[in-house]
């Protein structure tokens, strides 16, 4: 089975800060890579599909990049809406999910 | 607007069974691979199964496989999730999703609620 490997697993930053979240699959995936954002006692939203698509309606502060095994979210400017988890995937596979908390 | 509605899930003892629903507007249901996608209590996301548009073929993972069964109904909008054989590991929320291309979830239910226990 493919495995989707994110790290970190949490992390603390402030509002204003640049974070990166990599997602790393256990073989080429091309770019078929998607990024999920969840929020306490909410479904998960749809942020970047096919590694670096902005999905419709997304702030451009979000972005994706990268290709066959290693990918990359990033948040260019933390705001405090964006405090949340954060979940790569493919197809039937899910990455653990990288908590982002304020510090 | 896209919306999902999931309905269906509650209490139940451990072998038992449960049936959830997923009725679904404003887009062409019979244009779109359909998926269920559970998270236990503070876990994270875990992939349960998806259908073809027409039904036709369906998936699931390997820890419910021979005792989920996906099904959908154009006419009614609605995709379902038997679940049989239930253990105390398949308490979670389910959620439905439009499964775009069968690789994206793209849009998302509210999610229901399945406790299994005794």
């Known amino acids: 089975d493919r495995q989707m490997t994110q790290s970190p697993s949490s992390l603390s930053a402030s509002v204003g800060d640049r974070v990166t979240i990599t997602c790393r699959t256990s073989?080429?995936?091309?770019?078929?890579l998607n990024w999920y954002q969840q929020k306490p006692g909410k479904a998960p939203k749809l942020l970047i599909y096919?590694?670096?698509s902005l999905q419709s309606g997304v702030p451009s502060r979000f972005s994706g990049s990268g290709s066959g095994t290693d990918f990359s979210l990033t948040i260019s400017s933390l705001q405090p809406e964006d405090f949340a988890t954060y979940y790569c995937q493919h197809r039937g596979a899910f990455g653990q999910g990288t908590k982002v908390e304020i510090k | 607007e896209v919306l999902l509605v999931e309905s269906g899930g509650g209490l139940v003892q451990p072998g038992g069974s449960l049936r959830l629903s997923c009725t679904a507007s404003?887009?062409?249901?019979?244009?779109?691979?359909m998926s269920w996608v559970r998270q236990g209590p503070g876990k994270g996301l875990e992939w349960v199964g998806q259908i073809k548009e027409d039904g036709s073929e369906t998936h699931y993972v390997d820890s419910v496989r021979g005792r989920f069964i996906i099904s959908r109904d154009n006419a009614k909008n609605s995709v379902y999730l038997q679940m049989d054989s239930l253990r105390a590991e398949d308490t979670g929320i389910y959620y439905c999703?439009?499964?775009?291309?069968?690789?994206?979830?793209?849009?998302w239910g509210q999610g229901t609620l399945v406790t299994v226990s005794s």
């Open positions: 096919a590694a670096s």
């Open positions: 404003g887009f062409t249901f019979s244009s779109d691979w």
């Open positions: 999703a439009r499964d775009s291309a069968g690789t994206t979830f793209d849009y």
């Open positions: 073989q080429s995936i091309t770019s078929s």
